[in-house]
């Protein structure tokens, strides 16, 4: 229990709460992460391959347009082959702490350099804007940001906060996150030290393993990313303003315009607004589970207790409660006038690591699923029914993800070809989600209920992990 709690409770990383909210909304949140990560941890994984990658190219542009070609020792590189090779020296130069730049030439804007830390503040909602009156009006993706220090409406300076700034404004330091490391890498080095003296594993403890295992890949890629932080950085907009009182309006290169009385976009004559999948989910999801059902009925075609309409609350029900999941998957749009990010926001302009997030995902859940399998043979369950559900949910899990990569494939593909769209990727995609979310359901049920008649043989510890500091 206690190692689940840490995986999942250190793992996740919100995003920065808006001015306005009350600590509750904030409790709120991070409960609700939590619980889909318990259900879902792979779809946290994705939607923190999307902000690495989207924090990786947010340095990089704002490097190269506003601080210049700081050489290849400073330069963020965007080689997936070298992901790995990054993530370890960046754990390292972690743990020593902020270095000096020797080249002299660098000194004079080493404070205005960004690194992957300062992409993931951006993408946490780190930057509001604020009116000359000092009040909160709009807070800042990358793009808005860059358009307002092109046309000098912020200044430069008010960006260049160090990456040692940022690190103070986070709860987690290296010494908090080296215990979480330890704890864990403790209970692995137990796991496979029972296995290996032929120990029965309880199903709690293989659990616990493929979260343990999950959550260093997350741990990992999150790991310079800030935690925990309560106030963003206000930027003053160096503009007239009219009627401040009401309204601030700033007409640039870029066409911004924020009037928080309207909370209308401004959008180019001609052009379309561009509505996110996930923005239709969740406006249908407001509207009420029951609303569609209460249409139905005023249809003669479709009585009260027709099977369509219950049907049709069932699936409205599901996908609502599934859309956090979805919005994790494919990050969502910051709304006009907002003063915090969504929850699973990610910069989303960048489109060459799509395939490594559509990939890495997946296959992360193909390697939670295929743990819980360690326990297929396993002697440790109080009955065979119980064994056979876990067999059958440990098999769904794993087979799922990998299904998803290749009905993505396949729709890709026949886009591609330009033949007309088949409905059996998106059938499968509504089918597969549910099932997915019922089998992991199974698990945690037996994992725990599991507990009440183990054998005496799981509660022999090994002596000389004891020796391994742990908690």
């Known amino acids: 229990m206690f190692t689940i709690f840490l995986c999942v409770w250190t793992s996740i990383h919100p995003n920065i709460s808006g001015a306005d909210d009350s ?19 792979e779809v946290v994984a994705m939607w923190a391959l999307r902000q690495y990658f989207a924090a990786q190219k947010i ?9 210049g070609d700081l050489g290849d020792a400073r330069r963020t590189s965007t080689r997936s ?32 350099h960004w690194s992957n830390t300062h992409g993931f503040f951006v993408q946490m909602g780190g930057f509001v804007l604020h009116d000359p009156l000092g009040k909160p009006r709009q807070v800042l993706d990358y793009d808005t940001l860059a358009q307002l220090l092109r046309d000098k409406a912020i200044s430069l300076s008010e960006v260049a906060i160090s990456e040692r700034e940022i690190r103070t404004r986070s709860k987690a330091d290296s010494l908090s996150k080296s215990i979480v490391v330890f ?22 403890e293989i659990f616990s393993l493929a979260f343990a295992v999950l959550n260093a890949a997350i741990y990992a890629i999150w790991w310079e990313k800030p935690q925990g932080v309560e106030l963003s950085i206000p930027l003053r907009l160096r503009v007239t303003t009219r009627d401040v009182g009401t309204s601030i309006e700033y007409v640039g290169s870029g066409g911004l315009i924020l009037d928080s009385d309207s909370g209308a976009e401004n959008i180019q004559p ?47 029900f599901c996908n609502c409660s599934l859309l956090p999941l979805r919005k994790m998957a494919l990050s969502e749009s910051i709304p006009p006038n907002a003063l915090r990010v969504p929850m699973f926001y990610a910069y989303q302009k960048w ?14 859940g193909v390697i939670f699923g295929a743990v819980h399998l360690l326990a297929w043979s396993d002697s440790s369950f109080p009955s065979f029914p119980e064994l056979i559900l876990w067999r059958t949910s440990a098999v769904a899990i794993t087979t799922i993800p990998a299904l998803v990569v290749l ?65």
């Not at 340095?59 to 601080?67: D, G, K, Q, S, V």
């Not at 754990?91 to 080249?103: A, C, H, I």
């Not at 403790?186 to 709690?204: D, E, H, Y």
Request: include cysteine; proline fraction near 7%.
């Open 81 to 112: 082959f070298e992901a790995i090779i990054r993530l370890v020296r960046r754990f390292m130069n972690f743990l020593r702490g902020p270095q000096s730049v020797s080249d002299s030439g660098l000194k004079l804007i080493q404070s205005y």
């Open 183 to 204: 704890q864990t890498t403790w209970f692995t080095v137990q796991i496979f030290s029972r296995m290996k003296a032929g120990l029965p594993l309880s199903p709690a």
């Open 270 to 316: 001609g052009e379309k607004p561009h509505i996110e999948p996930t923005e239709v989910w969740t406006t249908q999801c407001r509207h009420g589970i029951w609303r569609q059902e209460e249409s139905l009925r005023s249809n003669s075609h479709h009585p009260r207790t027709s099977p369509s309409a219950f049907l049709s609350v069932v699936a409205r």
């Open 351 to 364: 489109r060459n690591k799509t395939t490594e997030t559509v990939f890495i995902g997946p296959i992360m």
């Open 23 to 41: 600590g509750w909304q904030y409790v709120k949140r991070q409960l609700m992460t939590m619980i889909y990560a318990v259900i879902a941890p």
């Open 59 to 67: 340095a990089e542009m704002y490097n190269l347009e506003f601080c």
């Open 407 to 471: 009905l993505g494939l396949f729709d890709n593909v026949i886009q591609n070809a330009g033949t007309p769209r088949y409905t059996i990727p998106s059938t499968a995609f509504a089918w597969a989600i549910p099932l997915y979310v019922v089998s992991r359901l199974i698990l945690i049920v037996l994992a725990f209920s599991s507990l009440r008649a183990l054998p005496r043989q799981a509660f022999i510890e090994i002596p000389w992990t004891s020796y391994i500091p742990h908690l």
